[in-house]
């Protein structure tokens, strides 16, 4: 398989989808080109769990005011 579908989670060839390109502050980025749906899902849940309730709702409340990213 090609290199560039080598996950840049995991590290594991079988990529399967573009990377969302905006994240949940502390949320790392695969670095790569393509990554796995589940190991991207991994990281939004370990970030999004990683945020106080506070950061969550400041996040929320600049997206529905158009602000974010």
């Not at 990529?15 to 749906?37: L, M, Q």
Request: aromatic fraction near 8%; hydrophobic fraction near 35%.
């Amino acid at each position: 398989m090609d290199d560039d579908y080598i996950c840049g989670f995991c590290g594991v060839s079988g990529a399967d989808k573009i990377p969302h390109p905006v994240r949940w502050p502390g949320e790392e980025s695969a670095g790569t080109k393509y990554v796995h749906a589940e190991c991207e899902k991994a990281e939004t849940i370990r970030a999004h769990a990683a945020l106080t309730q506070r950061e969550r709702d400041a996040v929320l409340r600049a997206i529905s005011g158009g602000v974010w990213p």
